[in-house]
């Protein structure tokens, strides 16, 4: 910017889609599934069949449909996650349908994306993990750049260097 003679006219940005977050709950939505029978354990306590399964991401969990053409399941999955997000302290800070993942361009095949409440993660810890003293990091901003610019007033002399995107959903 200073070779360009610019640099009184630039705005330098450090973006990061993850933090660090306290964290002393988890929990499984993929319980809430088998409780609903629209996943299926064997005797040892495996999956043997599924209509909806939970992709866990840290602070955030996609529910897939194994048929995205069954409506029913897609209600019910629907009807189940939006009433636990309604109930107070839920571990569901926020819920997002397909019309509001395709805005953000995020997971297409998902149904639905829950969003972890404040202290929640949505991932079963290795053994021996104690999640009340871990240090997590995870997602925590929906837009990572947003750059705006008009016909009059066009965004000029942008370049990324170095800028991953990475682990966000």
């Not at 009184?8 to 306290?22: I, N, P, Y």
């Not at 969990?61 to 302290?89: G, M, Q, S």
């Amino acid at each position: 910017a200073r070779k360009a003679g610019i640099l009184d006219q630039t705005t330098f940005l450090l973006v990061s889609d993850h933090g660090f977050a306290e964290v002393n709950r988890k929990y499984e939505p993929g319980v809430v599934l088998v409780k609903e029978k629209l996943i299926t354990l064997g005797a040892d306590g495996k999956p043997t069949d599924w209509k909806a399964a939970v992709w866990p991401a840290s602070g955030s969990c996609a529910i897939v449909l194994k048929d995205p053409n069954d409506k029913e399941t897609a209600a019910r999955v629907t009807a189940v996650f939006t009433k636990i997000a309604a109930a107070e302290k839920s571990p569901i800070g926020r819920l997002l349908n397909q019309a509001d993942l395709k805005k953000l361009g995020a997971i297409p095949t998902a149904l639905l994306m829950l969003d972890a409440a404040p202290g929640w993660l949505y991932v079963i810890p290795p053994a021996g993990v104690d999640i009340t003293k871990a240090a997590v990091e995870m997602p925590v901003l929906d837009v990572l750049v947003d750059a705006q610019g008009t016909l009059d007033k066009p965004i000029q002399h942008l370049r990324f260097e170095g800028l991953i995107f990475a682990y966000a959903t």
